[in-house]
């Protein structure tokens, strides 16, 4: 055989056999008339274990391109054309081309183990249920009645809705809006999408914070953006850096999460926010302010939005109810020109046909209450409870090995581990101590990094899961 497996490529090799016989049989390289070399031949053939012939046949013969028969080996199926077979498509191919990229093989796994087995979840980004509002919640499911339409609801999102962010935002973040300007969309990640699917084009440079949350999403590659990184450390970025970026390469658009930034928990300070805003209106650059965390202050100062300091229209906001009330309301908005928050809702419409209006009442009724507001008092007091915890339990079990800035809000803490060492088996050691993190190489280029973050358990589990973090680290 002239064919060899690539065994420096990602596609396994099982995948790589089976795309090779497939391609043969099309091309009639493997006749129906003719039996397929066997398992044994074709291991001996190219240097394979027996066992990734076998998963290659496997594959062929659940989409009904091959048969085996015992006693005459494996055929091509005599009918793959014809109607008396049926044939299975070729997913794993359709899988592979969809233009769609997935996420990183080791967020599939951070989220795998944490949804199939009980382990200390130092990784999601979620509030655990004992931080969401539920009492006030379900009392007003239960007391008040549902009074919006069940129809599709205005493409920007619930009137009624939008009118209570534009007061919201006003008193907490300081951001001077109207309805109009508000697009309600299913939780930051949708409004995200929607902004690179609908303003940028392939090809486009973009800047974006290293490390951060959009350091490796995929939806950047998918839309062919040429990603460019801006070095965010305690004191989150410097404004010469975007500047020299921009210079080089001609940057198209910022992406920013400046209060206690995703995972550094960094406070960008006013001095560089002003320097961001200048380069933004002198070069026309736009700027998407993702702000998921500026009312977690747990010195209880308001925390000042690029947004709130924007006075011409460069800044798009981005910002939910998902880190403050609940992550499953999936209630986020974009504030924005007019004319992009029409152009944005014609695509979010395209997609879903507008957001749920149960959801939307639900969020609209309880922001309107004075009970939002003892809620986040309530929340942050807890989250800063377990940012104290965390800071004592990295302190007591890894004291001299790793190095750490406490944020000052949010709810993620970035560590930096001293020692050399191998991220892949410190992530398997630490999941067979039933402890699950992110790995730093997934948001940021710098190795040796570590984000845990402590919104999902109390403190208890905090510490018990930086204890066993510290004994995976140590059997290394």
């Known amino acids: 055989m002239d064919w060899k497996p690539d065994r420096k490529a990602k596609k396994a090799i099982y995948k790589q056999l089976a795309e090779y016989i497939e391609n043969g049989i099309a091309d009639g390289t493997f006749p129906p008339d003719k039996p397929l070399p066997s398992e044994r031949y074709l291991a001996n053939e190219l240097n394979l274990n027996r066992s990734t012939v076998v998963a290659a046949y ?7 391109l091959i048969q085996r028969n015992r006693g ?36 599939q796994r951070i989220r795998k183990e944490s949804v199939e087995h009980n382990l200390i979840n130092l990784a999601s ?35 009624i809705l939008r009118n209570t962010l534009t007061k919201h935002v006003k008193e907490y973040r300081g951001i001077e809006t109207n309805p109009s300007s508000i697009l309600i969309t299913s939780g930051a990640q949708q409004a995200l999408h929607l902004v690179v699917q609908c303003l940028l084009k392939p090809g486009d440079a973009v800047a974006v914070e290293d490390p951060s949350y959009n350091y490796n999403l995929p939806i950047f590659k998918t839309a062919g953006l040429k990603v ?12 010469d850096d975007l500047l020299s970026l921009y210079k080089k390469h001609r940057i198209k658009m910022i ?43 747990f010195n209880r100062d308001k925390v000042p939005t690029l947004k709130s300091m924007d ?31 029409e152009r944005l809702s014609d695509a979010k419409q395209q997609i879903d046909f507008g957001h749920s209006s ?19 008092k309530r929340l942050v007091k807890e989250l800063e409870k377990r940012r104290n915890q965390i800071v004592i339990s990295l302190n007591s079990y890894l004291k001299g090995q790793v190095e750490f800035f406490v944020p000052q809000g949010g709810i993620h803490i970035w560590v930096k581990i001293k020692k050399d060492h191998n991220e892949t088996k410190l992530l398997e050691q630490s999941i067979k ?14 190795k040796g990094f570590v984000r845990f973050t402590f919104a999902r358990e109390d403190e208890e589990s905090i510490d018990k899961g930086i204890k066993r973090f510290a004994e995976a680290l140590n059997s290394l």
Not at 77 to 82: A, E, L, V
Not at 326 to 335: D, F, K, N, T
Not at 433 to 446: E, F
Request: net charge negative; no cysteine.
């Open 358 to 376: 149960f959801t939307q009442w639900i969020a609209n009724d309880f922001m309107e209450s004075e009970n939002f507001n003892s809620h986040i």
């Open 72 to 107: 005459s080996g494996t055929t091509v199926s005599k009918d793959i054309w014809g109607i008396t077979k049926k044939r299975i498509p070729s997913w794993n191919r359709y899988i592979e081309a969809g233009s769609f990229l997935p996420n990183l093989p080791v967020m």
């Open 311 to 341: 006075v011409h229209g460069n800044v798009l906001y981005i910002s939910s109810l998902s880190k403050i009330i609940a992550s499953g309301l999936r209630i986020g908005w974009i504030i924005g020109p007019k004319s992009v928050i």
């Open 433 to 446: 101590r039933g402890i699950i993190y992110v790995p730093g190489s997934t948001m940021g280029s710098k």
């Open 125 to 159: 980004g979620e509030l655990s249920e004992d931080l969401f509002p539920m009492n006030f919640l379900r009392e007003i499911t239960s007391t008040r009645s549902f009074i919006g339409s069940l129809g599709y609801d205005h493409p920007q999102g619930n009137a």
């Open 58 to 64: 496997d594959e062929l013969e659940s989409i009904g």
């Open 255 to 297: 992406f920013l999460n400046p209060a206690y930034q995703n995972p550094t928990g960094s406070l960008l300070n006013e001095k560089q926010r002003k320097a961001i805003l200048e380069i933004s209106s002198e070069h026309g650059i736009p700027v998407v302010e993702d702000d998921p965390y500026s009312l977690t202050s």
């Open 228 to 239: 460019y990184y801006l070095p965010v450390d305690e004191a989150g970025l410097n404004s």
